[in-house]
Every structure is written in C-alpha cells, then in structure tokens.
C-alpha cells in the first residue's frame, strides 16, 4: 500500500466531523454563544473530543483573531479533530446549510417582499432584532468593559462613530491605546503620543454612490471578514457604514431585514451577507458575498492554531484584544441606535423591544421563540389595521 494512503480511521474522522457540524449548521440557533455551548456539549461531554480546558483555549483564540466566532471554532475543532482537511469540512458544513436557507429566504424577499403580509411580518420582527443586539451589547459589555480604561475607552469610540471617525480607525486605534496603557510600564511614555495619532485623524470616506460590482462586493466583505473582531452582531457596524453610508447600495430598512434574515436561520450571524450579496447580485453575488466574508477565517485558524497556547498570555497582544473587544461594542452600540430609530416607529414597536428585551435578561428566552412572537404579532396588527 502507498505511504500516501490516507489511514482508514482519518476517513472515519473526517465523516464524523462532517455529520457533526452538517446538523449543528441545521440546527444551531440562538447565535455565537448558543452555538459555541452546543458544540462543547457535542464534542467535550458526548464525544469526549478534548478537554474542558482544550475547548476553553480554543474560545479564546477565537476571540483573538477577526471573523465570526463559533464559525471560527467550528474549523478550530475539525482541524483538531482531522487536521487540515477536518478544518475545511467542519467550516464548509458548519456554513452551507444557513447560506442556502438564507439564499431561498433572500429570493422570496426579492419576490414577495413588497407585498402586505410580508411587511407586517418584519414589522413586528424587526424590534426584536433590536432587543436581540441590545441584549448581546448588554451582556459582553459588562465582561469586556472590565475597568475604568476599557469603559472610557468604549464610550470615546461611541462618540466618536457619531462624530464620523473611520471604524477600523476606531478598531484598531482603540486596541492600540489600551496595549500602551495597559504596558505603559514597559514602554516609554512619548510612545503614547505616537500611537494616538491615527485613532485621533483618521476621518470616514465622504458618502459617494459607487457603481455595484461583484468584485467590489466582493473586496468589501473580505475586508470585512479580515478586521471584524467582537460579536457577530458587530456586523451590523460594518455593513451600515460600507453598504449604507459608503456605497448606498442598500437601505437602512433592507439592512435591519437582512440581519432579521440572519437571526431566524441556524448556523452564522455573518450569512447576512448571503442574504446581502443576493439583494444586489442574485445567485451569484450570494455565493460570493458568502465566500469573501468567511474565507479570512479559514486563513486565521490556519495560521493562529498552532500558537493558541501563547497569545493570550501576551500582556501585549491581550490587552490590545481588549481594546478591539470594547471599541468593537462601542460602534455596536452606535449603530443599535440607529436601526433601532428604524425600526422602533410606534408605541407598539417599541413596547415589544422592551418586553422581548427583559424576557431575553431576565428569563433568559430563546431568541427563536421571541422572533417567531414578533412575526404573530406583526401578523395579528396587519388583520386589525
């Protein structure tokens, strides 16, 4: 037999990398953190994969690297599991199954999406997006704003969203500042100075119309996929500034639909740009938006893997992530307040935000059930008008 063959139990780690994540990509709803829970209990408790302490070491690379968390941990575990060719089946099955509900779902938006009832239906699931992301802003800001620095830190990013500062200026300026400050010890003091430069100068590209292109779709998501740190729901930042603000391609109305797409389907927040690419280019703008938004994240598992063990453990590289994590809610923050103006537009709208908002933090309801009561209320308000 050739030295090349593969071994007859890889073909049996591959398949069973491949049914895990195929029916976690089915079935996995309620966002990144429901989805990493799901994925420790499928391969710590039930198939004894790794260890506790194994898995914890993989969510904090995740959080270490840009691009859509439990995606990134899916191909974490299928590159432990059956090494490079585990990495592509587990992210590949992990992705396809939203990017094709997600695809059939932008279709029916194209083609019935104008129509009565499908209005009335996103007008009572819009608030609870809404909700959706307040409550995620609510919940990582209490554990990423751990200090005086890090809170003033996110609130100086908020502001200065609204005053027009480039995102990944605000990103990556943020992250900088609270390393020095967090090092400062180690560095000397007119070191600070320099590196506040491009956090303080940096302004935002001057809204202009641009032509839509695919490849332009394309480079906008990959660059997109490539800086993106934090939850998934920092997306919304991104996409309003490139696809809102920048480009004009899209509407904030058919933004807070996309992501409202994103939050009934299993799998990814991030097949909102599935749903995205469809709008603008049918099939084949879908696939390419979907394949520029999630390729960087098989590049940086690739490439981070085999130094998991001491990038946390970096006083330099942890306290700049802990700057991207706040500055990544601070801009979160910024837009929730401008869908939410979008889609809070009655008393009705708004009282749902709030109750779907205390059942999401104080009973901890699934986030599926809430979205599926907004549709039967926007149903139910469409019969009264």
């Known amino acids: 037999m050739s030295d090349i063959t593969p071994k007859p139990h890889i073909h049996s ?35 004894n994969w790794l260890s506790d302490q194994a898995f914890l070491d993989l969510v904090g690379a995740t959080n ?82 751990h200090g005086p620095v890090l809170l003033l830190t996110g609130m100086a990013v908020l502001v200065a969203y609204f005053a027009g500062v480039n995102e990944i200026a605000l990103l990556f300026g943020a992250g900088l500042i609270v390393m020095l400050l967090a090092n400062r010890h180690r560095i000397k003091s007119h070191m600070l100075a320099v590196a506040a430069f491009p956090f303080a100068s940096a302004s935002i590209d001057v809204p202009s119309q641009i ?31 490139d696809f809102v603000v920048r480009l004009g391609w899209l509407t904030d109305q058919q933004l807070i639909d996309a992501v409202a ?15 995205i690419g469809y709008l603008l280019g049918g099939t084949a703008g879908a696939l390419v938006a979907t394949l520029a938004i999630f390729l960087p994240s098989f590049v ?11 990038m946390r453990n970096s006083p330099w590289f942890g306290s700049f992530l802990d700057g991207l994590n706040v500055a990544s809610l601070g801009l979160m923050a910024a837009v929730t307040w401008q869908l939410g103006v979008t889609s809070l537009v009655d008393p009705l709208t708004v009282v ?28 139910m308000r469409w019969l009264l008008v």
């Open 211 to 241: 032509p839509y292109s695919l490849s332009h779709l394309f480079f906008t998501f990959l660059k997109i996929g490539s800086v993106l740190y934090g939850s998934g729901y920092v997306l919304l930042t991104f996409l309003h500034t």
């Open 64 to 145: 270490l690297i840009p691009g859509p968390n439990s995606t990134e941990m899916a191909i974490h575990l299928g590159y432990l599991r059956a090494g490079w060719r585990g990495m592509l089946i587990a992210g590949l099955c992990f992705i396809m199954p939203a990017m094709l509900i997600v695809m059939g779902l932008a279709w029916a938006y194209v083609e019935f999406g104008r129509t009565p009832e499908v209005q009335w239906v996103l007008y009572g699931v819009k608030p609870i997006v809404i909700a959706i992301v307040a409550q995620a802003l609510w919940v990582l800001g209490r554990k990423a704003a």
């Open 300 to 310: 940086f598992v690739a490439i981070s893997n085999p130094f998991i063990p001491r």
């Open 352 to 379: 749902v935000a709030l109750l779907a908002l205390v059942l999401l933090l104080r009973y901890q309801v699934n986030s599926s059930w809430l979205m599926v009561g907004g549709a039967v209320i926007g149903v």
């Open 261 to 275: 797409i994103g939050q009934i389907t299993p799998g990814p927040v991030f097949t909102t740009a599935t749903f």
């Open 13 to 47: 780690r591959l398949n069973e990398v491949a049914f895990l994540f195929l029916c976690l990509g089915l079935t996995a709803f309620g966002g990144p953190v429901a989805h990493i829970a799901m994925m420790h209990d499928e391969t710590v408790k039930r198939r």
